[in-house]
């Protein structure tokens, strides 16, 4: 292993050893090249850099507690990355590509994967981008799908702990109709001033309402909401949120663990009513939210100061999962290192 300070790692970025690469030309995929630079060579007109064909996608490699290595739901990103595909007119990679690709990545910077008492973990980043250039507004011809990864901390480093989140109504990352399902860099550009505020007002993170009527919850600034009432586990059905991996595993979970799942529009005042609420992504799985305010009413809802009942079991047993020390009955874990 690398002579790295594990316990010292935040969610940055650290140059590993290899990424791996794959173009798409003449309509079709060609071969996996693994490379060491981290610069890439662009056309200056190619259309990532000016009308946002960019997709990106987030998973982690565990390093277990039984030695193994394994990476969470690979299929799923590779499916949600198709569906960005489609949505913002670019090639789909194949599941198989992919996964092969994921796999190649996190086996050749090994050296890289944190130790599983350190908390800390290999993060996956594969990203699409038209290549070839274009001045008037169409899609690209080419495309290159690469894959880096980069070791990060744990998300909580003093343990599991609720943060603080505030409601933003000036600012929308994504339209109803517009790119807000799909994972592309568009929608992060669209948050970042209202994400930069509320950092320095000191919350974790901005939470968006609908766009179109400001009435229902949408998300929480990159991460999806649930609340928790009666032994349900609730979260939003809305055309302009992001399909988390984590919140469809949640519900997965939820549904194991004896709870009632709803998947619905949630109106603000609804948010009163809940016990527990949380932010989930892959980055902290479950970040419990202590409370929400609402600064154009001055409302503020209250989850609790501490992780409650329900969103602690939930967050122990999906990382149990991903750890490989609680049984994977849904097969959603790829051992990559025996
Ligand atoms: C990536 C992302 C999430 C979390 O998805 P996971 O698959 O759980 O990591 C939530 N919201 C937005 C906007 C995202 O981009």
Redesign the pocket.
């Known amino acids: 292993m690398k002579n790295i300070e594990w316990s010292s790692l935040t969610f940055g970025y650290m140059p590993t050893d290899y990424n791996v690469r794959c173009y798409y030309r003449n309509g079709k995929w060609g071969e996996v090249e693994v490379c060491s630079d981290e610069y890439l060579k662009l056309h200056m007109a190619a259309t990532c850099l000016h009308y946002g064909q960019e997709a990106f996608e987030?998973l982690k490699a565990y390093r277990c507690p039984d030695g193994k290595v394994r990476v969470f739901r690979v299929e799923a990103?590779a499916e949600?990355l198709q569906n960005t595909s489609r949505g913002i007119v670019m090639p789909e990679v194949p599941t198989e590509l992919f996964t092969e690709m994921v796999k190649k990545v996190v086996r050749l910077n090994q050296e890289f994967i944190p130790p599983y008492e350190s908390g800390a973990s290999l993060y996956i980043r594969p990203l699409l981008i038209g290549t070839s250039a274009q001045v008037g507004v169409r899609p690209a011809e080419e495309y290159c799908f690469l894959i880096f990864v980069t070791p990060v901390g744990p998300y909580f480093k003093g343990g599991f702990c609720a943060n603080p989140y505030v409601i933003v109504r000036d600012v929308d990352r994504a339209a109803p109709l517009g790119t807000g399902m799909f994972?592309v860099g568009g929608?992060y550009a669209a948050s970042l001033r209202a994400n930069r505020r509320a950092h320095e007002q000191g919350y974790a993170s901005e939470f968006y309402l609908d766009a179109k009527e400001k009435k229902y919850v949408d998300?929480c600034g990159?991460?999806?909401f649930f609340g928790i009432k009666n032994d349900t586990y609730v979260t939003p059905k809305s055309s302009s949120?992001?399909p988390?991996?984590?919140?469809k595993s949640l519900m997965q979970i939820a549904e194991d663990l004896g709870m009632k799942v709803e998947r619905r529009p949630i109106s603000e005042d609804e948010l009163d009513s809940f016990e527990e609420a949380g932010a989930?992504?892959?980055?902290a799985v479950i970040s419990p939210i202590s409370h929400l305010d609402d600064m154009d009413t001055g409302k503020v809802y209250n989850f609790g100061e501490k992780p409650g009942p329900w969103s602690t079991k939930l967050y122990n047993t999906l990382r149990g999962i991903q750890y490989g020390t609680v049984e994977d009955k849904h097969g959603w874990t790829t051992v990559v290192i025996e």
């Open positions: 987030g990103n949600r994972k929608n998300e990159a991460a999806n949120i992001l988390s991996i984590t919140n989930c992504g892959t980055a």
